[in-house]
């Protein structure tokens, strides 16, 4: 069958959305036209999650949405960027590749994948393929012929069940190397289940995160790094200004609501001070984009900064 797109749009889109807070549950959420993003302040940090959907006409239903897959090294973590959706409409079975990580180098002081996800599934015994066999899901982290699995929690084929883990995949032999990290069904029943995949935007608020020392030093180099676009809205082009607080190696890049990447600043180090950027409004290839929301993420080390913009032609 085939999977709707819904997207979690800012104000002014027409698409069913979702957005949360990191104050609530991540299975409490706020869905609408506008998807919950109504705030008026530009330049809220947001952070991006992505969602897939299976489920079918008797209400069962598996939900897997990844909040983020940092990429551990001996000095440093980042955040890895989901795969890029071209599709504006997909089958059911090409839901798992759009959290699928394939092809990712790993450098020569990696130490460990990590992924922080949520799991919730409601009388999924449904949506198995065939009723005498379990129905499970996993992560599968592979290079050639050396495999790791994580298996999720066992699914409630009657009632409900919800969890939230951290899955941890040690890479230290695997250094240098090409790995796919790959989310694994069996038993899945993908030619009857209808699918849905969801970009979630969530807004960070003060206090939200109770951090050990490790995240304070991260709080703090967020709070201390800075993000502007001016003119915003704009047409056609607007200045991306960015305020470092230390010398460190900087990647901007700009999507569109679906998560697709219109433009890219690779990884480069830049002193301490302000920065400015110019986009012309055109995207990889030269091209002039259309009218609509954008955002524009800056990765400084461990630490994100997401603005919104649009353009209006």
């Known amino acids: 069958m085939g999977a709707s797109t819904s997207i979690a749009n800012p104000p002014g889109a027409t698409a069913l959305g979702v957005w949360r807070s990191t104050g609530t549950s991540p299975y409490a959420l706020i869905t609408g036209p506008s998807g919950g993003l109504s705030k008026e302040n530009n330049e809220e940090d947001y952070v991006y999650h992505r969602r897939i959907v299976y489920s079918d ?4 239903k598996l939900m897997l949405q990844i909040d ?3 990429m551990i090294t001996g000095k440093d973590k980042s955040s890895l960027p989901f795969p ?5 409409s997909l089958l059911t079975n090409e839901l798992a590749e759009t959290i699928s990580f394939r092809n990712l180098l790993l450098p020569a002081d990696a130490d460990s994948l990590v992924l922080k996800i949520s799991l919730y599934n409601k009388d999924s015994g449904a949506l198995r393929q065939n009723k005498n066999q379990t129905l499970t899901a996993a992560f599968e982290l592979s290079s050639g012929a050396s495999r790791a699995e994580v298996s999720f929690p066992q699914l409630a084929s009657n009632g409900e069940a ?5 899955l941890v995949f040690p890479v230290q032999n695997l250094r ?3 790995v796919q990290l790959l989310p694994k069904f069996s038993n899945l029943e993908n030619e009857k289940s209808r699918g849905a995949l969801l970009h979630v935007y969530e807004t960070i608020e003060d206090g939200a995160q109770k951090a050990g020392s490790s995240q304070q030093i991260a709080k ?12 915003n809205p704009f047409n056609p082009s607007t200045v991306i200004r960015f305020n470092l607080p230390e010398e460190n190696v900087v990647a901007l890049r700009i999507y569109d609501v679906q ?6 600043w690779h990884e480069h180090r830049r002193a301490a001070g302000e920065h400015r950027i110019v986009w012309d409004g055109r995207d990889q290839f030269g091209k002039t984009v259309a009218s609509g929301i954008y955002f524009s993420e800056l990765r400084f080390g461990g630490v994100r900064k997401i603005v919104r913009m649009a353009l209006v032609r």
């Open 57 to 60: 006409s008797t209400g069962a």
């Open 68 to 70: 983020n897959v940092e």
């Open 84 to 88: 890029e959706v071209q599709k504006d």
């Open 162 to 166: 919800r969890n939230t883990m951290r």
């Open 176 to 178: 240098g190397r090409l």
């Open 220 to 231: 703090n180099q967020s709070a201390a790094l800075e993000l502007s676009v001016h003119p």
């Open 259 to 264: 998560g697709r990447t219109v433009q890219e």
